[in-house]
């Protein structure tokens, strides 16, 4: 049995449903959900969301099944040792943090972080963006459904005041926060792009808005 197998398998028990139950609110077959906790079959990262949706508790980090399996073996060597669990703790968390890095998860006021998810950093950047620049944005809405962006969708963002011509970006204006695309009419103006049935704009002046964060890759919450 797989690890992530089995954290499923250990969630689904824990929380009294079935096989059968847990494949019809994710949408595949009982079979499958046999294979994944078994070890036969590996879920993908939207399938592996819902499961901890629907369960209560985040199957999502695979980096910290592979972190608890390295911690196994290790308590064992370290069994002799006074204080083992915190010396392998440290030890571990350590290695792993000069790996991965807590991206916060923010909803559009930005106050304070509503959870978080990890990213690898390299070259001490995470997407090739400075750490302290990076986010997670919840879409709040559907006003963006036109673009394939729903209420409930994460957004990878970084942070910048900067305009690129058709891009789509986290906004403040006439008192409100929203996520739009940015055309540039001239040097002065621009218009504001959404729809979900019908495209809406709105022409404003640049001095008029902020720009806060710019989207860079959706991750769709199925």
């Known amino acids: 049995m797989s690890r992530i197998g089995e954290k499923i398998k250990s969630a689904r028990i824990q929380a009294g449903i079935s096989q059968k139950k847990l494949a019809k609110k994710i949408g595949v077959s009982e079979g499958f959900i046999n294979e994944v906790e078994i070890g036969k079959k590996i879920a993908n990262q939207s399938i592996i969301d819902r499961i901890s949706k629907i369960l209560g508790k985040d199957m999502n980090d695979l980096t910290m099944s592979f972190d608890e399996q390295v911690y196994d073996v290790k ?9 083992k669990k915190e010396k392998v703790k440290d030890i571990w968390n350590e290695a792993f943090g000069s790996v991965l ?7 559009y006021r ?5 959870g978080y998810r990890q990213l690898p950093l390299i070259d001490n950047k995470i997407e090739g963006y400075a750490q302290d620049k990076v986010l997670y ?8 459904e ?5 209420k409930g969708d994460l957004a990878f963002a970084h942070i910048t005041g900067e305009i690129d011509d058709n ?22 103006k621009v218009l504001l792009i959404s729809g979900n049935n019908t495209v809406r704009t709105e022409s404003m002046k640049i001095k008029d808005l902020k720009v806060i964060v710019k989207l860079d890759k959706l991750e769709i919450i199925l």
């Open 75 to 83: 308590e064992k060597e370290f069994s002799s040792i006074p204080n």
């Open 101 to 107: 890095k807590k991206v916060p998860v923010y909803k």
């Open 167 to 188: 891009s789509i970006y986290l906004v403040e204006y006439k008192g409100s926060r929203e996520v739009r695309q940015i055309k540039k009419l001239d040097s002065s």
């Open 137 to 144: 944005l919840k879409v709040e809405s559907d006003d963006m």
């Open 146 to 150: 036109g673009f394939r962006i729903r």
């Open 110 to 114: 930005m106050d304070k972080p509503i």
